[in-house]
């Protein structure tokens, strides 16, 4: 059996590297030789032309592709090189289909030749996908050796390789190319991506670092422009995680706003905290751009999951007067942000407590105002919410593990307890009821914000740490508070890039006093030689379904800090 599953594993990563063409194979130099793999380092592999096109933002590439003046042919060439050059130097792919992109590029090429138009929004962009999404000809895997081969662990289903997730026919018929799946941990219950088929999935700006999870392939493969956008999904931050570790924007849209009908998942029919999708991107126009096509195919006619909730403008436009960037001087008005900058549990490390000073003082100095954000005990959500991922005591991810005999990876091997028993539906009933108490007494405490701001309303946006920590270190990944809340409350949440670590800055203070061991573990895993370099964000907070509204203000944010 061990063997079986190392040579099953073994020949599907040697396949992926086998869809590369070979005059992209490139020589991947030891991690300690090469730690930062972005910028001019993958540049040398590239020429000028495919430079310009993967370093555009998917907006500006859907602007020269929908008008014609790039081919989608072209573009999608670039991107697949970079793509290769990224999964070579980071082990961020599942699946590549290049041929297949390149072949759907040249018939958008030539629908638009024929009919002096766009197939729409997205003619000609490339989008990355989560290997949980189904593409027709490709396999998902989601990292499990037992899943090699068939459709989700089962055969026989008629459905292998044949089926394809809701969103990927809306993407098809937007216009988008796609070309790869990336990689994820095996469960998709770890911030970090790790599986026994292609290993682990490095942080290309700091390769000391994990990626993220469990969408960390999308964050290194879009951190190193080997997609201009992508998409994820996010439990517990499984979004927000990469784009925070890679220096993207990401956005953590709240339940039943994008289409996740006929995707694969870990613990499928757990309803009490769902997983949602949502993209990540290099600049927030990006993310408004993929979201306003998608919902222009009104995914609720076809996921009953979805609200029938089409882009509102005017949830954008009053970011937008407030701020001045429309409308006449007389509207406009400041914003008032909340400021969490600790949760009382764990205290972020220094690089991400100066992250979050500077945007408090770049917002501050355009005249908006931040207030100390003192909410409703996060330890009782936590404790209440975590329950969720343990109701059917791990059983789902042991069938799945059970198919090849494979081991789980050490970061997730707290779900092979034997102590892990399933919950009996009037303990489900009983942690329902607990959650909407406690999403209730948030919701007020927001309300309650209204008195302590001069504009009179409750905080526009909390601004607060994605994680204690930039990036974490392998297999130190023991917090998830910061990320894992808003899902509890089913909140909008948008990470924005900040900064990065300076050893010579962000030292460590020798004479800290941990709250607990769980903060003393945080505490002791930062080191600012190691950290060196690596990107630093921070996520805005928004309330449920305010999407429109919270991009609009990670656009003002990101302008406000020059990223």
Known sequence: MTEDWKKRAEVKRDAILAAIPKEWRIENPPNEKQVDVTGKFVQQFLSEREVEITETTADDIAKHTVSGTWKAEEVTRAFCHRAALAHQLTNCLHEIFFDAAIADAKALDEYY????????????????????????????????????????????????????????????????????????????????????????????????????????????????????????????????????FNGLYGIRPSTGRMPYEGMANSMDGQNTILSV???????????????????????????????????????????????????????????????????????????????????VKALEALGHEAIPWEPPSHKTLLDEGIKTWFFDGGTDLKSAFALSGEPM?????????????????????????????????????????AEKTSTGRPVDALIAPLAPFPAARPKMYSYYGYSTFVNVLDYTSVVVPVTMVDKWVDRRDEGYRPIDDTDKKVYESYDPEIYDGAHVSVQLVGRRLQEEKMLAIAEYVGKALGM
């Open 113 to 244: 030749a024929k009919n002096k138009k766009p197939m729409g929004p997205l003619h000609g962009l490339p989008v990355s996908l989560k290997d949980q999404f189904h593409v027709k000809g490709v396999e998902t895997t989601m990292g499990y050796v037992g899943w090699i081969g068939t459709f989700e662990g089962k055969t026989g289903t008629g459905k292998e390789k044949k089926f394809e997730s809701e969103m990927v026919k809306e993407l098809r018929n937007s216009g988008a190319v796609l070309y790869c799946k990336t990689s994820v941990p095996h469960s998709l219950m770890t911030g970090e991506t790790v599986n026994n088929i292609i290993g682990y999935t490095w942080n290309p700006k700091n390769r000391n670092l994990a990626s993220g999870g469990s969408s960390g392939g999308e964050g290194a493969l879009i951190g190193l422009r080997g997609a201009p956008v992508g998409f994820g999904t996010d439990i517990g931050g499984s979004i927000r995680i990469p784009a925070a």
């Open 277 to 359: 999708v949502g993209p990540l991107a290099t600049s927030v126009p990006s993310l408004r751009l993929v979201m306003k096509a998608l919902l222009a195919q009104k995914p609720w006619l076809h996921d009953p999951l979805v609200h029938e909730i089409p882009w509102r403008h005017e949830e954008e436009r009053q970011i937008l007067e407030h701020t001045g960037a429309i409308g006449d001087a007389s509207k406009i008005g400041k914003l008032s942000f909340g400021v969490l900058r600790s949760d009382g549990i764990v205290n972020p490390l220094p690089p991400v407590c100066r992250a979050v000073d500077t945007v």
């Open 409 to 449: 990876a050490e970061q997730i091997s707290f779900y092979s307890s034997p102590s892990l028993k399933e919950f009996t539906a009037s303990q489900i009933a009983a942690t329902n009821v607990r959650l909407r108490e406690i999403k209730k007494e948030y919701m007020e405490y927001w309300n309650s914000t």
